[in-house]
């Protein structure tokens, strides 16, 4: 297992940028994949963007364009920049990490707010 610790979150402007951090409690280059997640209230829980240790990225298409995501190997933290943010962006954002084997596992962090006022 791993632990994930989120961070960066907040209120924001429409137009505005936030940077979240996921800082995890073991090295990460081994970790098949990581990635960021959202849920508003009263909806699904949503993949945003995820990256794979072999460097492959995947993002939703409501975010293309705008949102950034990288994986810092040498301090284990993974990032979502995000910019040009909207209303419709005002979530949770869970850092989410999988490894796949005999050992492996899913973990989720504790979420963090972000809320983009118009």
């Known amino acids: 297992q791993v632990q994930l610790v989120e961070s960066g979150g907040g209120l924001v402007q429409a137009g505005g940028s936030l940077r979240l951090s996921c800082a995890s409690s073991r090295i990460i280059f081994s970790i098949n994949t990581m990635g960021w997640y959202r849920q508003a209230p009263g909806k699904q829980r949503d993949l945003v963007a995820d990256?794979?240790?072999?460097?492959?990225?995947n993002y939703a298409d409501s975010v293309k364009g705008r949102f950034t995501i990288s994986r810092d190997n040498a301090k284990n933290t993974l990032y979502l920049q995000m910019n040009s943010l909207k209303p419709e962006d005002t979530a949770v954002y869970y850092c989410?990490?999988?490894?796949?084997?005999?050992?492996?596992?899913?973990?989720w962090g504790q979420g963090t707010q972000v809320t983009v006022s118009s």
């Open positions: 990256i794979t240790s072999g460097g492959s990225i």
């Open positions: 989410h990490a999988r490894l796949y084997g005999s050992s492996g596992f899913s973990s």
